[in-house]
């Protein structure tokens, strides 16, 4: 079996990703769409939905009530990406968020 390209334990990442779903907003330059997060911790995300993206683009999301958070894609496939996030989102805001559903 061929491995994940993203898994979602500590095996290869710095943090746990926890397993959440939320439409919000890529903005990249001029650039706008609604994607869904599928997963996230307070390092990165895994995205669903967005037009074309290359690793080491920059962006940013707006998540719920939160600023927007300034981004790196880490990794693409035909449909998802990773990020990293440039600024770590604080533990105690990252639990709040991901235990609220939007």
Not at 20 to 36: P, S, T
Request: with cysteine; hydrophobic share 40%.
């Amino acid at each position: 079996m061929i491995e994940q390209a993203h898994p979602n334990t500590t095996g290869e990442r710095r943090a746990d990703r926890t397993g959440y779903e939320a439409k919000v907003q890529f903005r990249a330059g001029n650039r706008r769409a609604d994607v869904k997060v599928l997963d996230i911790s307070g390092l990165g995300a895994r995205i669903s939905g967005v037009f074309l993206v290359h690793d080491g683009d920059r962006f940013f999301l707006k998540i719920g009530n939160l600023e927007p958070i300034e981004a790196r894609v880490a990794w693409v496939t035909d449909f998802e990406f990773g990020c990293e996030f440039l600024r770590p989102i604080n533990e105690v805001i990252l639990e709040a968020l991901t235990n609220r559903r939007m």
